[in-house]
């Protein structure tokens, strides 16, 4: 379940790192996994924010293997609090892809090889005077970020 938890913060990591030079992601990694339908988890993010508060929201995105979806995601909103470099907890709900089994991820995955694997993820930010932005960053290589974790 270690690399089911890294697939799912790397994913978070990935989106939120891009975001137009006002906050970046230092690290990460993930407190608890619960298996279930969903898998739940919660990932602790740091983030290193030198400007406003930034409201993060409506955060989805997809696991894939070259066009082929295998995990479904969504975080609940968090804030990143400003002028700081501070870890942010985030829940997390990730779900199979229809058709997908866990062995098919887990042989996909195996012996900790994410070169095939990208994601997408879409959020919103929202920061100074409450202007929103939504986002969407479409295939982010997963193995570029599990480095971080």
């Known amino acids: 379940m270690r690399i089911l938890s890294a697939l799912v913060c790397a994913v978070l990591l990935a989106g939120c ?22 898998i739940t988890c919660t990932a602790n993010l740091t983030f290193s924010n030198p ?11 997809v696991v894939k293997s070259g066009e082929d979806e295998l995990l479904n995601l969504t975080a ?3 804030t990143i609090p400003a002028r700081s470099t501070t870890t942010v907890p985030v829940p997390v709900e990730a779900s199979l892809a229809p058709g997908v089994g866990l062995f098919r991820i887990m042989s996909l995955v195996g012996g900790n090889n994410f070169d095939n694997l990208t994601a997408d993820l879409t959020f919103t930010a929202s920061g100074f005077l409450g202007l929103k932005k939504t986002k969407t960053i479409e295939n982010i290589p997963v193995k570029d ?3 971080l974790l």
Request: hydrophobic share 30%.
């Open 17 to 38: 790192t891009n975001t137009g030079g006002k906050f970046t992601i230092t690290g990460g990694g993930v407190e608890s996994i619960h298996l279930g339908s969903p």
């Open 51 to 61: 400007s406003y508060k930034v409201e993060v929201s409506n955060v989805s995105g």
């Open 76 to 78: 609940e909103d968090f």
């Open 145 to 147: 970020i599990i480095g």
